[in-house]
T-cell receptor
Framework: SQTIHQWPATLVQPVGSPLSLECTVEGTSNPNLYWYRQAAGRGLQLLFYSVGIGQISSEVPQNLSASRPQDRQFILSSKKLLLSDSGFYLC??????????????FGPGTRLTVT | RKEVEQDPGPFNVPEGATVAFNCTYSNSASQSFFWYRQDCRKEPKLLMSVYSSGNEDGRFTAQLNRASQYISLLIRDSKLSDSATYLCVVNPLTGGGNKLTFGTGTQLKVEL
């Protein structure tokens, strides 16, 4: 069966510090991968998605970036955090075929507080 | 108009009650639909996929009305453990990558 891991679970970082969040998926090959952010009391906002190694699509302009160095690894980064980057960061995966019809499965999330 | 709209609630119901949530979506070309459940400070978890003919899973029934562009979720015999936020999710088929659009959720509180 497939599992998705995220770490760390919680993180407190000062403004201006760098960020690196990691997500890995097990038990599947060539998944689509996603990064979402959920601000307190708000809905899920899609930040990035990837359909393959090195292929990243950005959904919203921001000071965050994403990379996919391996098939089942997705990394979210920032060079300098802003207060507005605080939130619950969720990684998700879906099957890549059949296209456009697949549900997504979420990791346990990272709760980031920027101070 | 939001792509996916839900009544935020909260819906406060007694244990054993039947409760229904509706959700409307704006893109008539949307092809796949889901309900997710999110517990407080946890990740969303898939509850049900919604099929054109409607589908049932135990106490949960999902319906899709394409003509009116709404999706419903019915929960029968509510349990305390059903207390959560229920997210309506639509694949609008815009762009690539199997992207989903999430509603902001309907909060359900089941009480003794």
């Amino acid at each position: 069966s497939q599992t998705i891991h995220q770490w760390p679970a919680t993180l407190v970082q000062p403004v201006g510090s760098p960020l690196s969040l990691e997500c890995t998926v097990e038990g599947t090959s060539n998944p689509n991968l996603y990064w979402y952010r959920q601000a307190a009391g708000r809905g899920l906002q899609l930040l990035f998605y990837s359909v393959g190694i090195g292929q990243i699509s950005s959904e919203v302009p921001q000071n965050l970036s994403a990379s996919r160095p391996q098939d089942r690894q997705f990394i979210l980064s920032s060079k300098k955090l802003l207060l507005s980057d605080s939130g619950f960061y969720l990684c998700a995966w879906s099957k890549s075929v059949p296209l456009q019809l697949n549900e997504q499965y979420f990791g346990p999330g990272t709760r980031l507080t920027v101070t | 108009r939001k792509e996916v709209e839900q009544d935020p609630g909260p819906f406060n119901v007694p244990e054993g009650a039947t409760v229904a949530f509706n959700c409307t979506y704006s893109n008539s070309a949307s092809q796949s639909f889901f309900w997710y459940r999110q517990d407080c400070r946890k990740e969303p978890k898939l509850l049900m996929s919604v099929y054109s003919s409607g589908n049932e899973d135990g106490r949960f029934t999902a319906q899709l009305n394409r003509a009116s562009q709404y999706i419903s979720l019915l929960i029968r015999d509510s349990k305390l453990s059903d207390s959560a936020t229920y997210l309506c999710v639509v694949n609008p088929l815009t762009g690539g990558g199997n992207k989903l659009t999430f509603g902001t959720g309907t909060q359900l509180k089941v009480e003794l």
